[in-house]
């Protein structure tokens, strides 16, 4: 909670973490969460999502949403405004919503990465936050985990892709099987690998 601290000494008293998974997936929308901890929060497990294993997250993901002290909100930007706007601006997007949607509204955020234009609140971008700060890591866990259930969902919808197993992103198999069906709805068309076969299966 060292930064969490920081901007506590600067007056920013309610901090929220933000984070956001799937950006890089040729399927499947960009899921972001915003947390606000408890000014003394202990965690004995929480960690940059990517450092967990599923039912490590899982269980996290459990403790984090039953604990009443802790607010959260999650959001998701689809595949449709994805291809609209662009990959950048959907992340964004995402952040944005995912703070404005808490049900306080914090004073400052600590975000992994770069700093996020036209942000609600003054924000600290740390790269590699995730790993740095239990405010990220704890939106890192609760975004990795409702991206990655809806994925799985999806995988039942759509089962010729195995989204279960590569959550969207362009593995081998997922790239054989676009060959093979051409893209589905949730897709991302503004992504090369999806344009390639979109088109060819267009035409």
Known sequence: MKYER????????????????????????????AVILPEKFRHKMLNDSKKLSERQREEIYGDLTADGRILW????VEVDEIDRVNILQATWVAMR?????????????LIDGTAVRDFPVHHRALVGGDGLSFSIAAASVIAKVTRDRLMRALAMKHPEYG???HKGYGTPRHLEALRRHGPCPVHRRSFEPVAQTYFSFDA
């Open 6 to 33: 920081a901007l506590r000494a600067d007056g920013f008293l309610v901090i929220a973490g933000v984070d956001e998974v799937g950006r890089g997936p040729l399927a499947g929308p960009v899921c972001a969460a």
């Open 163 to 165: 989204f279960d197993e």
């Open 97 to 109: 919503r995912a703070v404005d949607g808490l049900p306080v509204k914090p004073d400052a955020a």
């Open 73 to 76: 909100n999650c959001v998701m």
